[in-house]
């Protein structure tokens, strides 16, 4: 059968790797990507469907940077409203509205959130005109924002909504909506559509150093580092879109860089659900920023921090310091307060933010630059999660500029990721789908939300080798065919890639995925073709990242909290 000639398969296994690889070596391309976060790999998509011919490569795994480690949230930011950012927070919401309905209904899931008040009036009259506006500004992009209304609570609505708040810490609240998001898997899937638009993309692939003519950039030297290759790729255009690591990449072009970008870390603790009693999640002011209490799935997200960082950006350290302080924050208004044993798992991420506004990072803006740094380099940097699909279309806007010919405008506002067409009716026979297979319905609108209408595929595996349906140890909300398809669909190289992104095991699981891991493996063996060693070999890798996290989060600083992190080996 002959292979289609405008889109690709939806997979992103190995031999798609080697393809990638060939195809990045052997043409040039008129858009090469660095960086496989949500804004490498939102260019990727907006460049291929324009028909150019794209590549994109990523030195670590999809998302294993920012991207992975956000508060999983696509919200306009109620905050900027105080900052007086209205356009940032009117595009934030416009983007919203469109990943729920149209790009992403499969990941993007609306979220209730209680916003309390402690003063009775002036508070209410303060707060509820800032979310009128929020709620003006959804609308404002010509379809429905896909979200209710604010609404306002008195005190006893607020207690029937959360009972475990504190009765003496509000005298009433309002309720809003957002939205969230399985962040990782969010950019996993955008890499794979990139893929079937024509993308050559490939993970675990580092730049080290840009090929010029004159001052012109035309490539870079690149190093797989699977297999130790060395290798050269041509472009016309190269998009650097490596977030925190931005600074980094520019050096290497040797060009002075027109902005900095600072990095500024935030931690969240992942909580059992049963220990806050609640129907919605909770917004708090802190001194310094906001906090929020985010439901996610049978646990709770509690963050954020947001204090400077200028150490090692592959691997943040959360602190014990930043434990306690976002317990003793969520602590003032909880009747019932949680202690470090309620904590079932941390992470912490850094923010790129653009440098030169504040020395507070947390008043660093979140607005986006887009520049061409020197002829063929374009640098795009700060933003946000939630507009990430601007920032990639203002990068490919000023990439395609300097290209001759016609070229089409953005179309992602149009493009759906894939998954996503079919999602609401696959949803709505999801009871006939479980007696089909003899599963729990649960179980299946689990894998409905991770994969849309791929969830085919994954039943089409359980029913080839049925015990793929048990569940992984110490993980119970996810299943055996979800390792295997990680590995086979979804670019998953490591075992690290699944446990920490392809699901979440590393940061819901008590143990962090240790009793996981040898059963995850295992099954990553069979897809991939480990031997015994390697097996083994990638079972102690995951086992030391654990152990240095855990540890890292003892220690009483950032200095001492990274030096110990550092001690796990990396892959």
Known sequence: MATPSVTRSS???????????????????????????????GSALDAATRGLRVGMVEARDWASGTSSRSSKLVHGGIRYLEQLDFRLVREALIERGLLLQRIAPHLVKPVRFLYPLTK???????????????????????????????????????????????????????????????????????????????AHVASRVRVEGFIKVGERVVGVNAHDLETGEHFEIRARQVVNATGVWTDDTQAMVGARGQFKVRASKGVHLVIPRDRIHSNLGLLLRTEKSVLFVI????????????????????????????????????????????????????????RPLLAGESDQTS????????????????????????????????AIDEAVAALDGTISKSITADVALLGAEGYQAAWNKRSKMARAFGVHRVRIEHLLNRYGVMTDELLDLIRERPELVEPLPGADDYIGAEVVYAATHEGALHLDDVLARRTRISIEAWDRGISAAPVAAALMAGALGWDAERTQSEIDHYLERVAAEIASQLEPDDASADRVRLEARDI
């Open 295 to 350: 439901p996610w799935g049978r646990h709770w997200l509690v963050g954020t921090t947001d204090t400077d960082w200028d150490l090692d950006k592959a691997h943040p350290a959360a602190t014990s310091a930043d434990i306690d302080y976002i317990l003793d924050h969520v602590n003032k208004v909880l009747a019932v307060p949680l202690t470090r044993d309620d904590v079932e798992g941390v992470f912490a991420g850094l």
């Open 363 to 394: 008043k660093l803006s979140r607005e986006h630059i887009v520049a061409h740094a020197v002829p063929g380099l374009v640098v795009v940097a700060g933003g946000k999660w939630t507009t990430y699909r601007i920032m990639a279309m203002d």
């Open 11 to 41: 997979k992103l296994g190995p031999a798609e790797r080697a393809a990638a690889l060939e195809a990045l070596k052997s043409k040039e391309l008129d858009i090469l990507v660095i960086g496989g976060g949500i804004v490498g790999t």
């Open 120 to 198: 009775p009036v002036f508070e209410r009259i303060y707060i509820g005109a800032g979310m009128l506006l929020y709620d003006l500004f959804s609308y404002s992009g010509g379809r429905p924002p896909g979200v209710p209304h604010h609404r306002h609570l008195t005190k006893r609505q607020m207690l029937r909504a959360m009972p475990s708040l504190a009765s003496d810490a509000f005298v009433g609240g309002l309720t809003y909506y957002d939205a969230q998001v399985d962040d990782a898997r969010y950019v996993a899937n955008l890499a794979r559509t990139a893929s079937f638009y024509g």
